[in-house]
């Protein structure tokens, strides 16, 4: 299979990205699939072009943290979509044949217009964001796009087109099927919508001490006022973090067991659930160390991933422009 996604360089990743997303793409590259994952910074732009002052250097960083968290550039084609400027030309020819009624009506599209209001973003290019989605995808001609569920409608889109471009040019593109993860969302630390705006996010770098300063205020189990009070813990946020951080079954059973017992306190549980994070986040931490003090490492894997995308999206552009009838 061919598989494709992006992810916007918005920042430091977050444990929702690494667990939502990231490690679905690690999974998939162990097996015969050729692999392209990109920064999606034009995607970026589109809500965020007001400010890009930070754009080249959260561009590094997200590589980086790709490849920290087990993104293999030898099985894995890593690029910057700027770089790629077939993904444009794509982008443009694709806008010829979408209604723009189509892009209207997409709900995420209608409320994010309201959560950014502040943000001025009754552009063309925010509008357009699913077209050049399509083509981020179209122009690999992707078998499978690993996303999350909030992506399901772009995921819709993108098949729509293909198919009446199908239709009016002839068969150049597959329809990409969605590889939605079947890790369910995390909340943040609040129990509120993971989000940096909220103050509720910890990052992939997150130290321990850091770590242990926003897992101790967790709220638990709000039947658990007292010590002794019995707690449910599908109730409580602290046991989605365990479970999604992969608490060894044992440990998860004991602590069902002393949480609707009152046998074990909150403030234990929370610390054996920070034990649990820095397992998996402490081999993460040494790699961003390391790429850090050679940053070449990580401009050269982007180089020579742009390279090998342009290759492949370069094939595809000239099927469609044969398909089109462009001189
Ligand atoms: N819209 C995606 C997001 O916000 C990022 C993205 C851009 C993407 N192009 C893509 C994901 C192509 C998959 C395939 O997460
Ligand atoms: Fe939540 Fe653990 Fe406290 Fe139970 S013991 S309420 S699972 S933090």
Same mark, same amino acid.
């Given at each position: ?42 995607h970026?732009?589109t809500t ?7 754009? @080249? $250097?959260?561009?590094?960083? %997200?590589? =980086?943290?790709?490849?920290?968290? /087990?993104? +293999?550039?030898? &099985? ?15 982008h443009?020819?694709l806008s010829?044949i979408v209604q723009l009624g189509r892009l209207e009506r997409i709900p995420t599209y209608k409320e994010q217009l309201r959560e950014l209001?502040?943000?001025?973003i009754s552009t063309l290019g925010f509008l357009a964001y699913p077209v050049l989605q399509a083509a981020d995808i ?7 796009v690993?996303v999350g569920e909030d992506q399901a409608f772009h995921l819709e889109i993108t098949r729509e087109i293909a198919h009446k ?8 593109? @597959? $329809?990409?099927?969605t590889? %939605?993860? =079947?890790?369910?969302?995390?909340? /943040?630390? +609040?129990?509120? &919508? ?97 790429? @850090? ?35």
């Amino acid at each position: 299979m061919r598989i494709v996604s992006g992810m916007r360089p918005t920042g430091k990743l977050h444990i929702g990205n690494l667990l939502g997303a990231l490690e679905n793409w690690v999974k998939l590259q162990d097996n015969e699939n050729e692999n392209f994952f990109f920064v999606a910074d034009w995607h970026m732009l589109t809500t965020g072009y007001e400010d890009t002052s930070k754009l @080249k $250097e959260n561009t590094e960083t %997200l590589v =980086r943290e790709f490849l920290a968290s /087990g993104i +293999d550039p030898k &099985k894995s084609v890593v690029f910057v979509q700027s770089n790629v400027k077939e993904h444009a030309e794509l982008h443009l020819l694709l806008s010829m044949i979408v209604q723009l009624g189509r892009l209207e009506r997409i709900p995420t599209y209608k409320e994010q217009l309201r959560e950014l209001k502040e943000r001025n973003i009754s552009t063309l290019g925010f509008l357009a964001y699913p077209v050049l989605q399509a083509a981020d995808i179209l122009a690999y001609n992707a078998d499978g796009v690993p996303v999350g569920e909030d992506q399901a409608f772009h995921l819709e889109i993108t098949r729509e087109i293909a198919h009446k471009f199908n239709s009016l040019y002839g068969e150049v593109f @597959k $329809e990409p099927k969605t590889l %939605l993860s =079947r890790v369910p969302k995390l909340l /943040g630390t +609040d129990g509120r &919508k993971m989000s940096k705006s909220y103050g509720n996010v910890i990052n992939i770098d997150t130290n321990e001490k850091e770590l242990k300063n926003m897992i101790m205020p967790m709220k638990t189990d709000p039947a658990r006022m007292r010590r002794t009070d019995p707690g449910t813990p599908e109730k409580c946020n602290v046991w989605a973090y365990h479970k999604a951080f992969g608490t060894p079954q044992e440990k998860l059973d004991e602590i069902h067991r002393g949480c609707t017992s009152a046998k074990i306190g909150c403030v234990d549980c929370k610390k054996i659930l920070i034990k649990s994070m820095k397992e998996k986040l402490e081999p993460i931490w040494v790699k961003i160390d390391e790429l @850090k003090a050679h940053p070449q490492i990580v401009k050269d894997v982007i180089s020579e991933g742009n390279k090998k995308a342009r290759t492949v999206a370069g094939e595809t552009l000239q099927k469609v422009r044969e398909a089109m009838n462009l001189y």
